[in-house]
């Protein structure tokens, strides 16, 4: 996954990236998350999300979402005005956003440390690499998904402004990128985790 962040008309955005890899694809292309094969096969635009949001799973784009706001257990001024900066479009009440705030506080020290966990693992040529990948995915994974899972915790009228938000902003920055011979009836399905 990459973000990048452009610019247009003097306001920043975060275009988020998506590579999505299905078996197939991984096996010939790549070693244990991201460390190429010796390959010529170039992956494609499989779904860009400004012309296709629909397209976008839900789980994708909360994930980049969730992922664009964690914070440290004690953000900076600057780390917390460019989330309130984030959180502003939304328009969530203040017990909603304070309820968001909390709910990712901390995961950016999470990520970093299974991050370097994964650098660590990357290195390692034993036979418990794959298994040791695997476990720092799912790791994160989890803390994902207990951010996702506090979110239920906004009032009904905050979890509609963030679901709309969802949908209407954050899918459309998202592009999925994969071999389109082999992954296009995997996206139209829905199915786009490997």
């Given amino acids: 996954m990459t973000c990048r962040t452009h610019s247009s008309g003097g306001r920043a955005f975060t275009r988020m990236t998506a590579w999505i890899c299905f078996p197939l694809l991984l096996a010939p292309m790549v070693r ?8 010529e096969h170039r992956l494609s635009v499989v779904v860009d999300g400004s012309r296709t949001p629909d397209l976008i799973p839900d789980e994708l784009a909360y994930r980049h979402f969730i992922l664009s706001i964690a914070e440290r257990r ?13 959180l502003t479009d939304i328009r969530l009440s203040d017990p909603d956003k304070y309820l968001l705030i909390a709910a990712v506080q901390g995961l950016r020290e999470e990520l970093e440390t299974i991050e370097e966990a994964r650098k ?22 989890k803390a994902i998904a207990a951010v996702r899972s506090s979110l239920r915790l906004l009032s009904p009228d905050g979890q509609a402004r963030l679901d709309e938000h969802i949908k209407t902003r954050v ?9 389109p011979q082999q992954s ?3 996206v139209a399905s829905g199915r786009t985790w490997p």
């Fill in 32 to 39: 244990a998350y991201g460390q190429p094969a010796h390959s």
């Fill in 74 to 86: 004690n953000p900076s001024q600057e780390e917390s005005r460019r989330r309130d900066m984030r």
């Fill in 120 to 141: 660590e693992a990357l290195q390692d040529m034993s036979v418990t690499r794959d298994a040791r990948l695997a476990s720092l995915k799912a790791r994160e994974d």
């Fill in 171 to 179: 899918r459309k920055r998202i592009v999925i990128l994969g071999d």
């Fill in 184 to 186: 296009a009836g995997a």
